[in-house]
């Protein structure tokens, strides 16, 4: 997923079948993950959360990838779900925070996926045309928070309040559920079932990808605890779900799998923690802005470490 090289110009014909890879796709790239098997259990966790959750998230996938047709992205990242994984996130947004019961939800998250098209094309040449192309740096999930706190800022008055949660808040159970609730708040579900659904297709598409994972969610709920957040926070995954994506990102994505990479990522997912409490008691919208802002730091102070390196 990383910036260079996805801005390519569209000159064939995107054909059905991409079209329906890349909807399916989207769901697992934002996992950083291609695999069709990957994709169908994430898909599946929106649908066992909710399943107009499932709807909304394809209609925001789908919406993306016109999106990304029309300014120009390949059939290649149609097909790959590089331009459906940030509209599929944002139709979750919007059934989170502003659910499934009225028609203009599905309006609203189809147009928010389309217009996650024009935001990936601009983040992208952000990182491709200036000073920061050196580093090759992602858009990654930026796109999506740029469109959902729009949109989430802009629908203050129509949100829903969050269903209550039934997860304990004794802290053993708390500790072993956030292992999967981190996992599947990445996507902005409280579920466990789902987070199992999710975190079974990450090991499906590498045991790398699936311990990065599972190790990130780890890492972060123990400095969650450190830091003193309530057990409910971390039962329900609220408190370190960004951690899940920085440990995949650094560890087997964006920089070359090696010892280093697996250590290196490891005081990022603390950071990333840290972040993501200060943005929770600042009362800034979140997202997961902790992971983009604190992959991107890194992957600019890797670009100076001796034994880092990008895959070729």
Same mark, same amino acid.
């Given at each position: 997923m990383t910036a260079?090289?996805?801005?390519?110009?569209?000159?064939?014909?995107?054909t059905?079948s991409?079209?329906v890879f890349?909807?399916f796709?989207?769901a697992?790239?934002?996992?950083f993950? @291609? #695999?069709v098997?990957?994709a %169908? =259990?994430?898909l599946s966790?929106?649908?066992v959360?909710?399943?107009r959750? +499932?709807?909304?998230?394809?209609?925001?996938?789908?919406?993306g990838?016109?999106?990304g047709?029309a300014?120009r992205?390949?059939?290649?990242?149609i097909a790959?779900g590089?331009?459906?994984?940030c509209g599929?996130?944002?139709?979750?947004?919007?059934f989170?925070?502003?659910?499934?019961a009225a028609?203009?939800?599905?309006?609203?998250a189809?147009?928010g996926?389309?217009?996650t098209?024009?935001?990936?094309?601009?983040v992208d040449?952000?990182f491709?045309?200036?000073a920061?192309?050196k580093y090759?740096?992602p858009y990654?999930t930026?796109p999506f928070?740029?469109?959902?706190t729009?949109i989430?800022?802009?629908t203050?008055?129509?949100?829903t309040?969050?269903a209550?949660?039934?997860?304990?808040d004794?802290?053993?159970?708390?500790f072993l559920l956030s292992?999967? @609730? #981190?996992?599947s708040?990445? %996507? =902005?579900i409280?579920?466990?079932v789902?987070?199992a659904?999710?975190?079974? +297709?990450?090991?499906v598409?590498?045991?790398?990808v699936g311990?990065?994972?599972?190790g990130?969610?780890?890492v972060?709920?123990?400095v969650?605890?450190?830091?003193?957040e309530?057990?409910s926070?971390?039962a329900?995954g609220?408190?370190?779900?960004s951690?899940?994506?920085?440990?995949?990102?650094?560890?087997?994505?964006?920089?070359r799998?090696?010892?280093?990479?697996w250590?290196y990522a490891?005081?990022w997912?603390a950071?990333?923690?840290?972040?993501?409490?200060?943005m929770?008691?600042?009362g800034?919208v979140?997202?997961?802005?902790?992971y983009?802002?604190?992959?991107w730091?890194?992957?600019?102070?890797?670009?100076?470490?001796?034994?880092?390196?990008?895959p070729?």
């Open positions: 260079e090289g996805r801005a390519g110009t569209a000159t064939t014909r995107t059905g991409a079209w890349g909807l796709r989207g697992s790239e934002i996992y993950q @291609t #695999n098997i990957t %169908v =259990l994430v966790a929106f649908f959360a909710d399943w959750m +499932g709807v909304l998230a394809l209609l925001g996938g789908a919406g990838m016109l999106g047709r300014v992205y390949s059939g290649g990242d790959s590089m331009q459906s994984f599929t996130l944002v139709g979750a947004a919007v989170a925070a502003l659910g499934g028609w203009w939800a599905y309006a609203l189809f147009v996926g389309l217009a098209g024009p935001v990936t094309r601009l040449a952000l491709t045309r200036t920061l192309k090759q740096l990654t930026a928070v740029i469109v959902a729009i989430a800022l802009s203050t008055a129509l949100a309040p969050a209550a949660s039934d997860l304990p004794d802290p053993v159970p708390a292992l999967l @609730t #981190n996992v708040q990445v %996507v =902005l409280d579920n466990v789902s987070g659904l999710i975190l079974a +297709g990450l090991f598409a590498s045991w790398r311990l990065a994972a599972l990130g969610s780890a972060g709920s123990v969650a605890v450190a830091l003193g309530p057990w926070e971390i329900n609220l408190a370190n779900y951690g899940v994506l920085t440990a995949i990102a650094l560890a087997v994505t964006f920089l799998i090696s010892p280093a990479s250590l490891l005081p997912v950071v990333t923690a840290l972040v993501t409490l200060f929770h008691r600042a800034i979140t997202y997961t802005w902790p983009i802002l604190t992959t730091v890194a992957l600019i102070v890797a670009h100076y470490v001796r034994g880092l390196k990008r070729s």
